[in-house]
């Protein structure tokens, strides 16, 4: 998700750090403006849409409220404000930390932080973990941090050997003084160090001595992914704990005629509401869409949700949600017009511009997608204690802790302080678990039942129920001037909105359904003249955040046509990008380093073709080449990709790979076989056995290269940008190798 | 009352033999490192070691396991000494890590049956939606 950004540096100048020691520790925490650090927050409703980028509201007085602890062990203890869904961002934060720290990397261990104001993104102002931006948001934050705690521990070494602070230097986890060769480590100093004045302008360490920011340090978290110990929400066990298994309505937009009887060997059975700001479309607050069914072990719960007999009442609306109407609706908008049409950009007069020439005109279809995260949905909810000092805590997958927090503010009534929420590993994310239906539904359980309450989805509920990424029709028009550069493009892109969905009476253009498609947020190519249309779409299939978002659509677009452009130019494909990039220098670095590594141009082996496309998202450039062949009728076989990323500095290179290489894959699967269809209101998709997904067999040799960058280029995110790029570069290849043009994805419905 | 025997420990479990294994582990053994991902045998996070061999577990009565030797994700090595989950750590291949017991558990199971590093590769059908393959492939390729 792409989100205003605000300096870091500014962010942190309204915050300052606060010391302290306990039991001989000493403590580094952030305080907030003002020194208020629990602010009211009025309810869900209110309160989600901080995750849109709006001042957090939510705040908790964190019992562990602290960014990072120096026990008398030499312990470094750094807890982080992201949720780590497989990223690495664990490790990489807390590489921030030791860096400035000058610590030694063995000595630092790593938590998930508890939902806190003190923790939350400056990127956004928020706990949620979105839009490729936890290194971006923290990492001025976290430098500083380790920088702080540093001087303070130099300044009560000082203090101790009573010399100027100048003569004291850190040194991989202890102060040396630099006359004497004394030596104090850091948990000598701990205690002292708590008591000194904080600085307010710790030097950072300088770009030519940094140890271990742009080092691919092996990821704390991966040792306990390889023996099981590892907790994801889903592992969560509380004493007393029973087990929910959700059924929803059959179709969106049904709700529940009357609530079944309990069924033979379960404990009882919840009807669900939708709380204000948890459903989307045709989900509205209040209505009852779903029942969970309570057992005493989790298998019992799903058998029993799966047989239940349940009264639904389904309105004729839900019977005329279908996906190919809603395609041949955009078709009606894209050829007579929308009644919501919202201009993203305009340079220089298209109208003038195509009235010369014959334009080029293609329309991309892109279907819905789900986002089927492997661990799916789950929360586990206790609530205990007598009112008024009840508690409620929480344990989930949450990509957003702000959220969760408001949710379960909205549903108990509890104030913040009483509500505990604690981020489990997430079994992946992919945008689906920013979501809180299923937080909201856990603490309804909690509540109805007055148990502790493990609640989950199955599969075939996490297919049937997501908010999926929106659908779209994309029309472009151009044009080529006589040196075969663009001279007009008309871009209009139909699809239902995400942040309409959410907030219906905006008129401002929704960001991330052009996102990928407009010089300020796509490829800076430089095109004449440039009409960016959004037609909005009214199909109220709930839709939501997945990996990349609109560059997902926008991308397999606009990369296409340019492909397309330049074939009817007979140009390079890779040429003729280049001759639109002359005024973005780093684009076009990052479009030669791929063109280089892959050889463009040079020999290819018999029965392949190779396509090239570019995406510009996140702050980040991501350049791929893919070379495939087609063995058979009806399939495609992905031989190699070389990819170029710059993404400014690299916290840690081989994450960023890692990252790379699975927005790729995640590509892949959506550009060849991956959709969901409706019929009346129903997923075409059940389960993994109607879907498709790459398999180990099938995985292409991906070459990453990261681009050398000026460090005072501002950093780029890396979870999202590997995936727009592939699917358009998969169609360009494609077309060269067959002479068919896909403008339709998947290649391979299932 | 049935017994079962897992990672060398015997257990009396009070279920019915039509409980699948899999939530017999983790909802009544509490060994929670096998995962739920479909219940349809279709995705592999469930796999576990009986007698040796990589079985899925979502849809397996646990009434068949009686009598054999089921080793989980917990009960590979004491200390991920196992060469497998070595070449995982030295590969840094799991991401969200969710798929990974699954993972390495069958990676085990067919090794275990003898067949050739080339030969699982190309009979793994194990769903990861981070996309971990080539990571996976790299450290099977190293055993």
Not at chain 1, 328 to 346: C, K, S
Not at chain 1, 464 to 483: F, K, N, T
Not at chain 1, 516 to 544: E, M
Not at chain 1, 585 to 602: E, H, I, K, S
């Amino acid at each position: 998700m792409t989100k205003p950004q605000e300096k870091p540096e500014n962010l942190m100048s309204r915050r300052s750090f606060i010391a302290s020691s306990i039991a001989g520790a000493f403590v580094l925490t952030l305080g907030l403006e003002g020194g208020k650090n629990v602010l009211a927050a009025s309810g869900v409703a209110d309160a989600l849409p901080l995750a849109e980028g709006r001042p957090n509201r939510v705040a908790t007085t964190a019992q562990l409220g602290t960014w990072l602890q120096i026990g008398s062990d030499e312990t470094v203890m750094i807890l982080v404000g992201s949720s780590e869904m497989g990223q690495g961002i664990m490790t990489g934060l807390a590489q921030l930390v030791a860096e400035d720290l000058m610590v030694n990397w063995a000595n630092v261990k790593v938590e998930s932080a508890p939902a806190g104001a003190i923790y939350a993104n400056p990127l956004y102002h928020a706990q949620m973990t979105v839009g490729s931006g936890s290194m971006r948001g923290y990492y001025q934050s976290l430098r500083l941090a380790g920088a702080t705690a540093r001087d303070m521990l130099i300044a009560a070494a000082a203090q101790t050997w009573s010399v100027p602070v100048n003569l004291c230097r850190a040194v991989n986890g202890t102060v040396v003084n630099t006359s004497t060769n004394a030596v104090l480590t850091y948990g000598q100093l701990a205690a002292q160090a708590a008591q000194m004045p904080v600085p307010t302008n710790p030097a950072l360490v300088p770009d030519n001595a940094l140890r271990y920011i742009g080092t691919g340090l092996k990821r704390v978290d991966i040792p306990l992914k390889v023996d099981g110990s590892a907790i994801y929400g889903m592992d969560v066990r509380l004493p007393e704990m029973v087990y929910a298994a959700v059924k929803h309505c059959p179709s969106f937009g049904g709700t529940l005629a009357q609530t079944p009887s309990t069924p033979s060997g379960t404990i009882a059975v919840v009807p669900l509401q939708v709380l204000s700001g948890t459903g989307r479309g045709t989900e509205t607050t209040g209505m009852i869409n779903a029942v969970a069914v309570v057992a005493d072990n989790t298998w019992k719960a799903m058998q029993a949700a799966s047989y239940l007999s349940a009264n639904w009442n389904i309105p004729a609306s839900s019977l005329q949600l279908n996906s190919d109407d809603f395609v041949a609706q955009a078709e009606g908008f894209l050829a007579n017009g929308a009644p919501d049409t919202r201009n993203a950009e305009i340079v220089g007069s298209i109208r003038k511009q195509l009235s010369w020439g014959k334009p080029l005109t293609n329309t991309y279809y892109l279907p819905y997608q789900a986002h089927a995260p492997m661990e799916v949905l789950n929360c586990t909810v206790r609530i205990s204690g007598q009112a008024p000092n009840q508690r409620c805590e929480i344990w989930a997958p949450t990509q957003s802790q702000a959220a969760t927090v408001a949710t379960a503010m909205a549903l108990t009534g509890l104030p913040i302080t009483q509500i505990d929420v604690n981020t489990t590993f997430l079994g992946g994310g992919l945008g689906r678990k920013f979501e809180q239906d299923f937080v909201s539904q856990a603490i309804q359980v909690a509540m109805a039942i007055n148990r502790p309450v493990k609640l989950m989805w199955s599969r075939e509920e996490d297919y049937a129920r997501d908010q999926y990424r929106p659908m779209a029709v994309v029309e472009i028009q151009a044009s080529l001037d006589g040196e075969k550069k663009v001279k007009s493009w008309r871009y209009r892109n139909c699809s239902p909105s995400i942040s309409l969905q959410r907030r219906p009476t905006s008129t401002a253009v929704d960001g991330q359904a052009i996102e990928g498609s407009t010089t300020a947020t796509g490829v800076t190519y430089s095109f004449k003249a440039r009409l960016v249309q959004h037609l909005v779409h009214p199909a109220n299939i709930p839709i939501g955040y997945w990996r990349s978002v609109g560059n997902s659509i926008n991308t397999f677009a606009v990369e296409s046509m340019m492909d397309e452009l330049a074939v009817s130019a007979n140009l390079d494909p890779y040429q003729f990008r280049r001759q639109h990039l002359q005024t973005s220098p780093r684009a076009l670095a990052v479009l030669d380093r791929a063109a280089t590594m892959a050889n463009w141009g040079g020999a290819v082996p018999s029965g392949r073709a190779r396509g090239i496309a570019l995406a510009q998202c996140f702050g980040s450039i991501v350049a791929q080449v893919v070379e495939i062949s087609a063995p058979t009728a009806g399939q495609i076989k992905i031989h190699n990709i070389w990819c170029a990323v710059d993404c400014g500095r690299a916290i840690n290179p081989d994450s960023v790979k890692a990252q790379i290489e699975g927005g790729i894959v995640h590509g892949i699967n959506a550009a060849l076989w991956e959709q969901v269809k409706f019929t009346a209101g129903k997923s075409s998709v059940t389960n993994f056995n109607n879907t498709r997904k790459i398999k180990l067999r099938e995985m292409p040799q991906i070459n990453i290269e990261l681009m050398p960058t000026d460090p005072n280029v501002p950093l780029g995110g890396v979870g999202e940008p590997g995936v727009p790029a592939i699917a358009p570069a998969i169609a360009n290849a494609y077309f060269k190798l067959t002479g068919t043009r896909v403008r339709r994805l998947p290649f391979f419905p299932q | 009352m049935i017994t079962l025997n897992v990672n060398n420990v015997s257990y009396q479990v009070n279920v019915t033999t039509d409980m699948p294994l899999l939530w017999v582990l983790r909802d009544v053994l509490g060994l929670t490192g096998t995962k739920y991902g479909c219940g349809r045998e279709l995705c592999g996070a469930c796999t576990v070691l009986i007698n040796g061999r990589a079985e899925r577990t979502c849809e397996y009565d646990v009434g068949g396991a009686v009598g054999k030797q089921i080793t989980t994700i917990e009960g590979l090595s004491a200390d991920r000494s196992h060469p497998v989950q070595q070449a995982w750590i030295e590969h840094q291949v799991p991401q969200c890590g969710f798929c990974q017991s699954g993972m390495i558990m069958e990676v085990v199971g067919e090794l275990n049956d003898g067949r050739p590093k080339a030969e699982i590769i190309n009979e793994v059908s194990n769903i990861c939606s981070c996309g971990t393959f080539q990571r996976i492939r790299a450290a099977i390729l190293s055993l």
